[in-house]
């Protein structure tokens, strides 16, 4: 019983160390800013991974100093303060939310649901909204995985779609990537869901002005070869380019 509570309270003492050591850094690349509020979510009809937030944000914010800076609004978005939960980032599209909650789109409920094994935001009480200054980098690469079966109809026949459009289209209008991510894609009205495998040169990110590369694994549950892999010119969709293109063959 005595080891017992010893190593609840070495874990307890390891938590708190850890917390502290990330709310320093997280201070510092924030140059001083701070807002971290817990909010009941409520689901939004955006199609990106922008939040709505209630004008208490947006009045602690300005309050710092932080849109005098002009730096862009991302924020860290998870269920648990222990990061026990789903987590990722996101943008923010307006302050218009009640005060006490968040709206969160279908893409930012995906990533937090599916990281904790929940269906819906339904059985979520409240997440947690953290002010983030993420990296902005010039070039970036993305490697994503699609889950189940891929991109196989009915578990059989190869699906024949331009991925690289599908991914750019996707991922248009997007503010954040973090690596761990869930991202549906949607072609010929049936959704897939591709998991990002690998995110460089940093694990979470800003996804402004950047050269973004795009690859992509196989699905576990498949072997041998699914895409092919071609170079084209480089595009630019809102920020966001893709100088590797992937086709399903």
């Known amino acids: 019983m005595e080891q017992e509570q010893r190593e609840r309270e070495e ?16 201070q510092q690349l924030n140059e001083g800013a701070r807002y971290l509020a817990r909010l009941r979510p409520y689901p939004s009809s955006r199609t990106d991974d922008k939040l709505e ?15 005098e800076k002009g730096a862009l609004l991302t924020f860290a978005v ?10 990722t980032h996101a943008g923010v599209a307006e302050f218009t939310a009640e005060e006490g909650t968040v709206g969160v789109p279908p893409r930012v409920a995906l990533c937090l649901t599916k990281g904790s094994g929940l269906d819906t935001l339904d059985a979520v009480g409240q997440v947690e909204i953290r002010y983030v200054k993420l990296p902005r980098c010039r070039k970036s690469r993305v490697v994503f995985q699609p889950r189940g079966e891929g991109f196989h109809a009915g578990g059989m026949k190869v699906v024949s779609l331009d991925l690289e459009h599908v991914l750019l289209e996707t991922l248009r209008g997007h503010t954040a990537l973090t690596q761990g991510d869930w991202l549906p894609i949607r072609h010929q009205g049936q959704t897939y869901e591709l998991m990002v495998r690998e995110l460089e040169p940093e694990t979470e990110m800003a996804l402004i002005d950047t050269d973004l590369t795009v690859e992509a694994l196989l699905s576990r549950r498949r072997s041998g070869p699914m895409f092919s892999r071609r170079r084209s010119k480089a595009r630019r969709a809102k920020g966001v380019t893709a100088e590797t293109g992937l086709t399903v063959t």
């Open 11 to 26: 874990e307890r003492h390891r938590q708190a160390q850890e917390e502290r050591l990330r709310a320093e850094a997280e």
């Open 53 to 67: 937030l209630p004008a208490s944000a947006l009045e602690e914010l300005e309050r710092q100093g932080v849109l």
């Open 78 to 87: 998870s269920l648990s303060t222990r990061g026990a939960g789903g987590s």
